[in-house]
């Protein structure tokens, strides 16, 4: 069978364009040596958290569309290839520590109002006794267009679905076709601009997974940390952000202080079973935005790489708009995202 296009990288952003692709009749190739999801996108947070509602840019307003499409879109990699990705839209829950704080919440209230659908919150309430980060006003944020998966299932929940539909993802192969690279950090630093300057860079971050069932309410925020109930039972926290690393798999007691300090905000969580202790590196690009579009001076090969923090928030519209620009060629690439921002590429060794 021959390829129509080949994605190099099989995490959030090379399996979720890879099921794009082979949605609109694409025959579709992955290859990634190290397998499906073994990089950050196998992690165990999975908080998909929209930006405030302030300050609007295409960058929010990227995320925003794609948060907003993301039930459906879950929904038909589920039942494409029966995987579980753990999707739910459970909303999220945010301290207010002091007056100013809370002027500053209100007014994001205001700004969700013009700037979100009608029906999706973000709104000030009196904190929950249940499960609620401790706040010394009293008073919380609330927001219902948080939603939360597991990262990991959801990489296996994409490639149950492309399988399923007939295409490969294999840890060696050769390239055919269009080529997607979607390769993660080691790719944004592979990558330089005519001035030498690589497209981006590893941040490290550290996990812990805890035996803790509150798989029906919202997931927290507090001191800085997603506190991020699972489906299956367990209750995730993360993460660190750390430039400087020697191991990128390693934990350490950076993530001791990442538990003592969910522990410190949210006490309920003290005494529970670690069950995974869990590190990887994100791609964050120079710009800290997703890097998408055609790789200028190479023809027939894309970009989507990028996806620091906010991964899995936008990888169905990054899915939906790559695949619309490496079929047709229709390009709705917001300005800020766009490879041609980067001047010309060259592929260091």
Not at 46 to 63: I, R, T
Not at 217 to 227: E, K, V
Not at 234 to 263: H, K, M, W
Not at 303 to 310: E, H, S
């Amino acid at each position: 069978m021959a390829i129509d296009v080949t994605v190099l990288g099989a995490g959030a952003f090379g399996l979720s364009c890879a099921w794009a692709l082979i949605r609109r009749g694409a025959r579709v190739r992955v290859i990634d040596p190290a397998g499906v999801g073994t990089g950050s996108s196998g992690g165990i947070v999975g908080a998909l958290a929209p930006h405030v509602p302030e300050q609007w840019n295409d960058k929010k307003a990227f995320q925003l569309d794609s948060l907003l499409m993301a039930e459906d879109w879950w929904r038909a990699v589920a039942d494409a290839g029966g995987g579980d990705p753990g999707y739910a839209r459970s909303g999220r829950l945010q301290p207010i520590p002091d007056a100013a704080a809370l002027l500053r919440a209100q007014d994001r209230a205001a700004g969700a109002r013009l700037l979100w659908p009608s029906g999706i919150l973000w709104d000030v309430i009196d904190a929950p006794d249940d499960w609620s980060p401790p706040s010394p006003t009293g008073r919380v944020i609330r927001d219902t267009l948080s939603a939360r998966l597991h990262p990991a299932r959801a990489c296996a929940a994409l490639a149950a679905a492309i399988r399923a539909q007939g295409s490969e993802i294999v840890v060696d192969g050769t390239t055919e076709g269009l080529v997607l690279h979607a390769t993660g950090w080691q790719g944004l630093a592979s990558m330089q601009d005519d001035r030498g300057r690589a497209a981006g860079n590893g941040v490290k971050g550290q996990a812990v997974l805890l035996d803790l069932d509150r798989r029906d309410l919202p997931q927290l925020y507090a001191d800085g940390l997603h506190i991020v109930p699972h489906a299956d039972g367990t209750t995730a926290i993360g993460s660190t952000s750390e430039r400087d690393f020697d191991d990128p798999t390693a934990t350490d007691a950076q993530l001791d202080a990442v538990l003592a300090r969910a522990v410190a905000a949210v006490p309920t969580l003290a005494g529970c079973r670690v069950l995974r202790r869990w590190a990887g590196v994100r791609p964050r690009a120079r710009s800290r935005a997703p890097l998408m579009g055609a790789w200028p001076g190479r023809a027939g090969h894309f970009i989507a790489n990028g996806g620091f923090k906010i991964g899995f928030g936008v990888a169905p519209k990054v899915a939906e708009v790559m695949a619309d620009l490496v079929l047709t060629g229709s390009d709705t690439i917001p300005e800020a995202f766009r490879t041609d921002t980067l001047a010309r590429w060259s592929a260091r060794g």
